[in-house]
T-cell receptor, first 112, second 111 residues
Framework: ETGVTQSPTHLIKTRGQQVTLRCSSQ?????VSWYQQALGQGPQFIFQ???????GRGNFPPRFSGLQFPNYSSELNVNALELDDSALYLC???????????FGPGTRLTVL | GEDVEQSLFLSVREGDSSVINCTYT??????LYWYKQEPGAGLQLLTY?????DMKQDQRLTVLLNKKDKHLSLRIADTQTGDSAIYFC???????????FGAGTTVTVRA
């Protein structure tokens, strides 16, 4: 069974740029959730995708957007990057919006 | 998360038991979880408990839930150096798709 994978591992961008992060869900899972974890804090929910539709969103501005593809993999896009967007971005997969979410290793984004 | 609170640090001697505590505010929470995060890594789901349960045991891990006081604890028996990590308490509601996390408890195991 393949676990959740994310790419890239690390990324450095400058303020104002755009970034795309990628996530492949665990085999058999059709739901992907994205979280932002700032240094020293717990993860904060960004949004969830189920069957290629956004299924819920946390308190993040519209410049955070996402996609889910027919194979259930997902992308997180962030436009107009700000310094405070520097964080570990975590993707989690689950089955049918179920509440057991399994996390990938994360993408560390640094905005300079 | 503002709805889940944990103490920030715990130091324990190798071989002793560790107890990590968590309080939550949402009375409609149906699932409560413990995740482990090692340095530079993602979150590993350690265990979870349904809100209609009082206790769950899984090898060295024991979860206790006091729903009246909205208090959750994780006991790790025979703590090992590999247990050094940050432990996150999280909750989700019955119709809720998101996990709400605490700030994490850093557990340090000393020889």
């Amino acid at each position: 069974e393949t676990g959740v994978t994310q790419s890239p591992t690390h990324l450095i961008k400058t303020r104002g740029q755009q970034v795309t992060l990628r996530c492949s869900s665990q085999s058999g899972h059709n739901t992907v959730s994205w979280y932002q974890q700032a240094l020293g804090q717990g993860p904060q929910f960004i949004f969830q995708y189920y069957r290629e539709e956004e299924n819920g969103r946390g308190n993040f501005p519209p410049r955070f957007s996402g996609l889910q593809f027919p194979n259930y993999s997902s992308e997180l896009n962030v436009n107009a990057l700000e310094l405070d967007d520097s964080a570990l971005y975590l993707c989690a997969s689950s089955s049918d919006t179920g509440q057991l979410q399994y996390f990938g290793p994360g993408t560390r984004l640094t905005v300079l | 998360g503002e709805d889940v609170e944990q103490s920030l640090f715990l130091s324990v001697r190798e071989g002793d038991s560790s107890v990590i505590n968590c309080t939550y505010t949402d009375s409609s929470s149906t699932y409560l979880y413990w995740y482990k995060q090692e340095p530079g890594a993602g979150l590993q789901l350690l265990t979870y408990i349904f809100s209609n349960m009082d206790m769950k045991q899984d090898q060295r891990l024991t979860v206790l839930l006091n729903k009246k006081d909205k208090h959750l604890s994780l006991r790790i028996a025979d703590t090992q150096t590999g247990d050094s990590a940050i432990y996150f308490c999280a909750e989700s509601g019955e119709s809720d798709y998101k996990l709400s996390f605490g700030a994490g408890t850093t557990v340090t195991v000393r020889a």
